[in-house]
């Protein structure tokens, strides 16, 4: 199937989108296209403009910066796949095929937050930062903030997604990430990341972000607390996972019951915490 016709613009700065949106304020922005695109085809959406922003400079690209990095909006799965970002170079590597890998984009993941998108277990469990720019300037967003329902987030109208900022973990730090993938789409049924930091033989800090479970990603806040301050060996965590994730509050559809779910968190959730403990306390 044929998408509805639409209006082409291709944007050459940041600030050059801003003005598209303003000019086109139903538009849809186009970063990789490997979301968007389908939706199209199948008329799922329609937007009479795309604003095509895969070509501009400041949007691509891993840098250094005090504290950590700052991933460009446009930087494909494959480059940060290859790339030393903590935990991100893990996830990317579980994001679809190698041609998904090679067009698809960080930003237009975020951006589009499908529920059972990989990317956005790794913001939360990273405590990242996603900055945007609009026609009042730049702003940050807290991952813990970003994400606010199904295909839904904080992104105001007018705004353009331009960079991940990602903390740098180092010595006496680990992460894991283990997804439950549809066998067909690839796309996380239950997708679980964690971050964990060592001190003294015990967890001193505990992040973790679960995809493909609910409407939105979320962290498990109930699990992160019981670990704090704990060593995390087996019947530890197995202690902590049990019981922390409602069937009532995650989805439930032809690849999943609420309750399967459940018990993947509970598992994935499980094996995710173990692996980055290995990685921090070795």
């Known amino acids: 199937m044929y998408p509805p ?34 939706a199209m085809k199948l008329r799922l959406a329609s937007p009479p403009a795309l604003i095509d922003i895969g070509r501009i400079p400041e949007l691509r690209g891993i840098r250094r910066q005090d504290g950590g990095w700052a991933v460009g909006a446009m930087t494909t799965h494959r480059e940060i796949e290859f790339s030393e970002l903590p935990l991100l170079a893990e996830v990317a590597a579980h994001v679809a095929d190698p041609p998904v890998r090679n067009r698809g984009t960080i930003g237009g993941s975020l951006a589009h937050a499908d529920p059972g998108a990989d990317y956005p277990a790794a913001v939360l469990a990273l405590g990242a930062t996603i900055v945007a720019a609009g026609p009042r300037g730049q702003r940050s967003i807290p ?44 796309y996380a049924v239950v997708g679980v990341a964690a971050v964990v930091q060592a001190e003294g033989g015990v967890a001193r800090q505990v992040r973790v972000g679960v995809t493909g479970a609910a409407a939105s990603a979320f962290r498990p806040q109930r699990v992160e607390g019981a670990l704090a301050g704990k060593a995390l060996d087996e019947a ?39 692996r980055a403990w290995q990685r921090a306390a070795g």
Not at 7 to 36: D, F, K, T, W
Not at 146 to 158: I, K, N, R, V
């Open 5 to 38: 016709s639409f209006r082409y613009y291709r944007a050459s700065s940041v600030a050059e989108a801003i003005s598209l949106l303003q000019r086109e304020p139903e538009a849809r922005l186009l970063a990789g296209g490997h979301s968007l695109i389908p």
């Open 143 to 186: 991952a813990d903030q970003f994400f606010q329902g199904l295909f839904a987030t904080a992104l105001e109208q007018g705004e353009v997604l331009t960079e991940i900022q990602v903390p740098a973990l180092g010595q006496g730090w680990g992460w894991a990430y283990e997804k439950f993938p549809h066998p067909a789409s690839g």
């Open 236 to 274: 530890t965590v197995r202690a902590a996972v049990e019981g922390a994730f409602d069937p009532g509050q995650l989805l439930s559809d032809p690849f999943a019951s609420a309750d399967y779910r459940a018990a993947l968190c509970q598992a994935l959730c499980r094996r995710a915490l173990l």
